[in-house]
């Protein structure tokens, strides 16, 4: 078993000469194997290459330390306030936040989408995601009102009463993607959040909006709180995705999602009035200290979601390892469809940047926070967010949800933390441009083909995550 691997790589050796001096990790072929006999042997505890156990931190493990290292303090200034009410923030939620400054940097990365996506808000904490197709459907209008005002009205097209979520999706106020912009045929870059939301769990009637059969409910948003506009000129945008929803006056959430697609539509934006609209970074900075708490127990459980046996690095190397095999694998087929070199290399290159952020000892850019940074974890003492990561200020903030996830499950499409961080983790374009979206959550929908084309297969995060654990376990394609 492994020890006729170490004995031929003996890896563990001394890197010297320079003031980085680090131990020589174990190859990702020796780490994969030996991993993957402790699986199948229901063996986890022990890491597979004991030189390397215990003798390096790595890159994320590191973030936890360097944020407690550093502490961003920033007044509280008036203006803050004023400026935030100004913009039409809502006194109950979130308010009208916009965009967080985020993905300016790949705004020249030009990529073809196809414009009928589906999108969904972040991968579920607790559970799998499944789609009702027989008695549920929305029928959407979207609408320009305004400069970039837009507005979107849904109607209950099934046979069923539906009480749908409105945290962190089209109808609430959070700054999440409410549509897809293009300019020129080329995707604008989200200046906004991707949230993780929960989808089991009682989150009570307020944190959801109830829509009869044959009913319509109304809800209204900016766009240039999600994007920057400021360039002006003619854009289209559509509306797509999936809203988590319960049935009657139920607000205990069980996995089901509805999903709903839009017209496109075109708008002439004046840049000069788009530019006036502040962002949402330039708003919270203003009314925050920022603190760690990756300490402790918690600090233990982390780094070993990030660097233990079945961990974040071991996921992702294992994912990259399948889709670099030279025979197409039958998994890489189920998940990501296309047979292409090109479309391949994206998926490798974002898998391999994964594992090597979870491998490497230095301090980088991303900063990981075990609190609720910016105060999206709850509302009305309601957590409807397990995480959410800002790819402009390089940020991933946990919420307490996350830390009842096992750091590792052995179980095929489960969600445990070492999957979170690998989600996470390709929503930062500073891992991989341009970064990966949330099209589709958990194993059926995003293995479906009939829901999800190759193209958003490859760019929706959460099938990164279903991958890179699937390709660890073994996991069989019938389940």
Same mark, same amino acid.
């Given at each position: ?108 990365? *030009? ?171 330039? *708003? ?6 920022? *603190? ?144 990966? *979206? ?42």
């Amino acid at each position: 078993m492994c020890t006729e691997t170490l004995n031929l790589y003996k890896c563990g050796h001394i890197l010297g000469g320079s003031s980085r001096r680090r131990i020589q990790p174990c190859s990702r072929a020796q780490r994969n194997a030996c991993a993957r006999v402790h699986v199948q042997e229901k063996r986890h505890t022990t890491f597979a290459c004991p030189e390397c156990r215990g003798t390096k931190v790595d890159g994320l493990a590191a973030r936890l330390q360097q944020s407690a290292a550093e502490r961003v303090k920033v007044s509280k200034a008036a203006s803050g306030r004023s400026n935030s009410s100004s913009s039409g923030g809502s006194e109950a939620g979130y308010g009208y936040y916009t965009s967080i400054n985020a993905c300016h940097h790949i705004a020249n990365m *030009r990529f073809l989408m196809h414009l009928f996506a589906v999108i969904l808000v972040a991968v579920a904490a607790c559970g799998q995601l499944t789609q009702s197709k027989s008695t549920t459907s929305l029928g959407v209008k979207l609408n320009p009102i305004g400069n970039t005002a837009m507005q979107v009205v849904l109607t209950n097209t099934g046979g069923v009463d539906l009480n749908l979520l409105h945290k962190g999706t089209i109808l609430g106020d959070a700054p999440n993607q409410k549509v897809i912009m293009y300019s020129n045929n080329d995707p604008v870059p989200f200046r906004g959040i991707s949230f993780r939301l929960v989808q089991r769990g009682d989150l009570g009637a307020d944190s959801f909006t109830q829509v009869p059969a044959g009913q319509s409910v109304t809800t209204e948003f900016d766009a240039a709180e999600q994007y920057d506009l400021s360039t002006g000129g003619t854009f289209t945008a559509i509306a797509a995705g999936y809203i988590p929803y319960t049935q009657g006056n139920s607000t205990i959430l069980d996995g089901k999602a509805i999903p709903y697609r839009s017209n496109v539509i075109e708008v002439n934006v004046d840049g000069s009035e788009a530019a006036k609209i502040r962002t949402a970074s330039s *708003r919270l900075v203003m009314a925050l200290e920022i *603190r760690d708490s990756c300490e402790g127990d918690l600090l233990e459980k982390l780094t070993t979601a990030i660097t233990g046996d079945g961990g974040c690095r071991d996921q992702a190397d294992a994912g990259y390892e399948d889709a670099k095999s030279e025979k197409t694998t039958d998994l890489y087929k189920k998940v990501f469809q296309k047979d292409d070199e090109t479309y391949k290399k994206v998926i490798r290159g974002r898998l391999n940047e994964i594992a090597d952020e979870c491998d490497v000892v230095e301090p980088g850019p991303i900063k990981f926070y075990c609190e609720d940074v910016w105060g999206f974890c709850y509302d009305l003492d309601v957590e409807w967010s397990a995480a959410y990561t800002d790819d402009g200020l390089n940020q991933i903030c946990l919420c307490e949800r996350a830390y009842t996830l096992p750091a590792f499950t052995d179980k095929c499409h489960d969600v445990d933390l070492a999957g979170l961080l690998v989600h996470e983790l390709s929503h930062l374009s500073s891992i991989y441009k341009p970064p990966a *979206r949330d099209y589709a959550i958990g194993w059926e929908i995003s293995t479906d083909h009939d829901l999800m084309d190759a193209t958003h297969a490859r760019d929706n995060a959460d099938s990164y995550r279903l991958y890179a654990q699937a390709a660890f376990l073994g996991c069989p394609l019938d389940d």
